[in-house]
């Protein structure tokens, strides 16, 4: 895939995950925070960026996501129950 192609796939999910994770962190009580949805984009558009080195940043956006941290937490105690059986 060219570079060129790369960018605009990259741009839109990077903006689309900042606008979601910004939407989860000042969601007020009436608001629902979408869970793991601008944390995966933002990782995918880490992925999709053609800058040298960019994938090594793509868990930054999941840490980010007040959404996403709840999963997140659950999958890593799920994960330490598995290993402990």
Do not use: K
């Not at 605009?8 to 000042?26: E, H, K, Q, V």
């Not at 944390?39 to 992925?47: D, K, R, V």
């Not at 053609?50 to 999963?71: C, E, F, Y």
């Amino acid at each position: 895939m060219d570079e060129f192609a790369r960018w605009m796939m990259a741009a839109p999910l990077a903006f689309y995950a900042l606008r979601t994770i910004l939407g989860n962190g000042f969601a007020t009580r009436g608001q629902g925070v979408v869970p793991l949805v601008g944390g995966l984009a933002g990782a995918l558009a880490c992925f999709l960026c053609p800058i040298a080195g960019s994938h090594l940043w793509a868990w930054i956006p999941a840490v980010l996501d007040v959404g996403s941290n709840p999963v997140l937490a659950a999958a890593r105690s799920w994960r330490r129950a598995a290993r402990a059986h």
